[in-house]
């Protein structure tokens, strides 16, 4: 045989099978399968100290029938044991390979994306192929309709879902809009995100508005208060748009409103010259960073002094906000990163937006809000927990704080003596 013909045999090998990913999924494989049987060993050792007539409760019983599991790096074969109670009482359930689970969770989020990347139902068999195996049988185009359905369902589940026994200490909130357009370009996706008292971040609501307006905004806060949730959050954040400040200050007046320093910097950016960017939005910086609201004020007035007889528009949207821009100060300083901006909306959206910038076409409103709900589930589950939510108790509770510091109750000389 002739070395061309070894290259070409070589090289037709290579065509048809990646020895690499092959040896990833058998090694893949092989964890599983051992990460399973220690899980089943443990559920055993757990239960051992139980016993009938003198033999084990519990027993191994062989093996439910193998299934395949489709992953970023193809499809895992996956035998779970079998547990037999004597009893009848104790049931095992792997955690690891849940009951009817048939792909990984990164191809559950897999989906959604590429369909909003524009891949057509009928297309994601030859797309995924060089991903969960030449052989994707199961995303042929029926299957994946019913994803979508599935979805659609889940998403009109989570709308409905009951708030009474929800608590939310802080929310943000924004309307975002995205390349892949829906049906009426005058709509945006509405969302708030809250956090809880114990520091964890929820998606709250998701709808579609017209253009932020005031009565989307109402619809949207209504629907959430009629479903349950009764408390006020202490703290609303978002940027500048009136139509959401209305609402809440409307159906939520103990509510206090936060702007975002972001999008107020990017506002007052536009109406400067780029060669003073740089420059402004440093002593922009010294405002909200500074360490106490009396020396905000002064950062403040200096950047007005600086720029407003040049510069009038830029001076007139920054003044505008003033308080607004402030309000983080009466909260723990250790909530202040969190509070200044929207970055808890903005960073999950920035996915969304980078995944559907190539989608030209147009949507229906179901589909969008159906393909960015999963996206955000996605998103939800690498959510950290608020930073200094041990403090969340106390902004519960209305303990007042005076630039970050909790304020102490000062006890004259004459209750002291009583």
């Not at 979508?148 to 589940?157: H, M, N, R």
């Not at 010259?273 to 500074?290: D, F, G, R, T, V």
Request: net charge positive.
């Amino acid at each position: 045989m002739s070395n061309q013909d070894t290259v070409i045999q070589f090289q037709n090998k290579e065509q048809f099978s990646d020895l690499l990913t092959d040896l990833a999924r058998q090694g893949a494989v092989k964890m599983l399968a051992s990460a399973i049987e220690a899980e089943v060993d443990d559920f055993l050792e757990a239960h051992q100290s139980q016993s009938r007539d003198g033999r084990k409760r519990l027993v191994r019983n062989g093996y439910l029938p193998e299934r395949n599991i489709q992953s970023g790096i193809g499809d895992l074969a996956v035998k779970v044991p079998r547990v037999r109670d004597r009893d009848a009482g104790l049931k095992y359930q792997s955690n690891i390979v849940p009951p009817y689970l048939r792909r990984s969770r990164s191809i559950e989020a897999l989906l959604p994306l590429l369909y909003l990347r524009g891949i057509s139902t009928g297309d994601f068999q030859e797309t995924l192929a060089p991903l969960v195996g030449e052989n994707a049988k199961n995303l042929s185009p029926n299957v994946i309709s019913r994803l979508k359905a599935t979805w659609l369902d889940e998403y009109q589940q989570w709308i409905k879902r009951d708030l009474s026994k929800k608590e939310y200490v802080y929310i943000w909130a924004d309307g975002i809009y995205l390349k892949a357009r829906m049906e009426d370009e005058r709509s945006c996706v509405l969302v708030i995100i809250g956090v809880d008292k114990y520091g964890k971040k929820e998606l709250l609501a998701l709808e579609d508005g017209y253009r932020e307006s005031k009565i989307s905004w109402s619809n949207l806060i209504c629907d959430v208060q009629n479903r349950g949730l009764k408390s006020f959050p202490k703290v609303g954040v978002g940027d500048g748009a009136l139509g959401f400040w209305a609402a809440l200050s409307e159906l939520c007046p103990e509510t206090r409103h936060q702007r975002c320093w972001v999008h107020k910097t990017c506002n007052i950016l536009d109406k400067l010259p780029k060669s003073l960017h740089a420059k402004a939005k440093s002593q922009l910086h010294e405002i909200w960073m500074s360490a106490s609201r009396e020396d905000a004020y002064k950062a403040f007035d200096y950047f007005v002094k600086q720029y407003q007889a040049k510069y009038p528009k830029a001076t007139e949207c920054l003044q505008k906000d003033k308080e607004e821009l402030l309000t983080f100060y009466d909260f723990p300083a250790e909530h202040w990163k969190s509070l200044r901006t929207t970055n808890p909306i903005e960073s999950t959206f920035a996915t969304v937006r980078h995944r559907t910038k190539k989608a030209k076409g147009c949507f229906s409103r179901n589909t969008i809000l159906t393909m960015v709900f999963k996206l955000c589930q996605s998103a939800e589950n690498s959510w950290i927990r608020l930073c200094g939510f041990e403090r969340l108790g106390d902004v519960i509770n209305g303990i007042q704080f005076v630039d970050g510091i909790k304020k102490e109750v000062l006890v004259s000389d004459d209750e002291v003596a009583a």
